[in-house]
């Protein structure tokens, strides 16, 4: 990352973690400093990253493909934020950008306090690649968290569907074997970076998903059937 006065360079790793916020929600608003927040548009998956560059203004970005396609157009731009616009450029080109009204932007407005979790493991980009590929071959939307005796179950499979194909990953051993719980995600909603991560959820309903490789986590809602009985 290079700062000079307003003047950025996006490293690759902030610019594949704008691209994957723009899975999540298309609009973008940019605080100054160096931590970027989505949220998406159901509010039911909200993700935040700290990167290398530090912005000294806010912005807004309506169509983040957009905006990530243009400093695609160029190989290693600088980038001049102005209060309406932001100029990208390289030796003999430019594009001015301008920003969107914040107003009309969705993004979060409050900070989440992240329950006690119940349940807490370790996800591995391979195992998450491998539940993905379960989920497309088999054709099924879901993904359950449960436990099975002292077992920790990652399983896909579709819950609406009681002969549903399933395909499981035995996660280990619980703690303990003193609780029984099912909680489910949408495949779809799972819309996280590539890499490790730390996955806690709680008994309210909200799961985290904190990647071990970078300072960049995930606030996930998990479905309104999914059960937990201490």
């Not at 107003?103 to 690649?129: D, G, H, R």
């Not at 989920?135 to 005796?149: F, H, M």
Request: proline share 3%.
């Amino acid at each position: 990352m290079t700062m000079t006065m307003n003047t950025v360079k996006l490293s690759r790793k902030t610019f594949d973690i704008l691209k994957n916020f723009a899975t999540i929600n298309a609009n973008l608003y940019v605080t100054p400093g160096n931590t970027i927040k989505t949220l998406s548009s159901m509010k039911n998956i909200m993700a935040e990253a700290v990167v290398d560059e530090t912005f000294d203004s806010e912005f807004g970005i309506w169509d983040m493909n957009k905006f990530l396609g243009t400093i695609s157009l160029f190989n290693n731009p600088d980038m001049v934020f102005g209060e309406k616009s932001v100029t990208i450029s390289d030796t003999d080109a430019s594009v001015c950008y301008h920003f969107s009204d914040p107003s009309l932007l969705l993004t979060p407005t409050k900070e989440l306090n992240m329950p006690e979790p119940v349940v807490e493991f370790s996800l591995t980009q391979k195992q998450f690649a491998e539940l993905q590929k379960a989920s497309a071959v088999l054709q099924v939307p879901d993904i359950c968290v449960r436990n099975e005796g002292d077992q920790l179950m990652l399983v896909v499979l579709d819950k609406s569907d009681i002969g549903s194909n399933s395909y499981s990953i035995n996660m280990g051993a619980l703690p303990n074997d003193d609780h029984d719980f099912e909680f489910y995600f949408k495949v779809e909603n799972l819309k996280i970076l590539a890499g490790d991560y730390i996955v806690k959820i709680t008994e309210k309903i909200v799961s985290e998903f904190c990647h071990t490789g970078m300072d960049l986590k995930y606030w996930i809602a998990m479905e309104s059937d999914s059960k937990y009985n201490a």
